[in-house]
Nanobody, 124 residues
Framework: QVRLVESGGGVVQVGGSLRLSCTTS????????MGWFRQAPGKEREFVAI????????NYTDSVKGRFRISRDYARNTVDLQMNSLTPEDTGVYYC?????????????????WGQGTQVTVSS
């Protein structure tokens, strides 16, 4: 059974950085895109970033552009999310997700695999 496992969450002060990793147990060439989502307390889950395995093309939600960077590593079967200049609004549970779709349109594709989530807390 394919699994996604997130790691790297924690508590950081405003302006700090964290690097999240998502490891997949499935060979990456069989998947299309990987995405990161987050859910703040009392709010709906929202899209953060997405990357296509094949060519590394990525896309971000506006609030994290210029601060977050998503990357993939074929050898390690991982997708990382480097988060810089963190603010309290970035607090939440971060989930990675996988889709067989190749399009970078998270609102229109189905993510059929999800990780268990990792908590990110930005303290002021």
């Amino acid at each position: 059974q394919v699994r996604l496992v997130e790691s790297g969450g924690g508590v950081v002060q405003v302006g700090g950085s964290l690097r999240l990793s998502c490891t997949t147990s499935e060979r990456t060439f069989s998947r299309g895109v990987m995405g990161w989502f987050r859910q703040a307390p009392g709010k709906e889950r929202e899209f953060v970033a997405i990357i296509r395995w094949r060519d590394g093309t990525s896309n971000y939600t506006d609030s994290v552009k210029g601060r977050f960077r998503i990357s993939r590593d074929y050898a390690r079967n991982t997708v990382d999310l480097q988060m810089n200049s963190l603010t309290p609004e970035d607090t939440g549970v971060y989930y990675c997700a996988s889709s067989t779709d190749w399009r970078l349109v998270p609102e229109s594709i189905e993510f059929d695999l999800w990780g268990q989530g990792t908590q990110v807390t930005v303290s002021s």
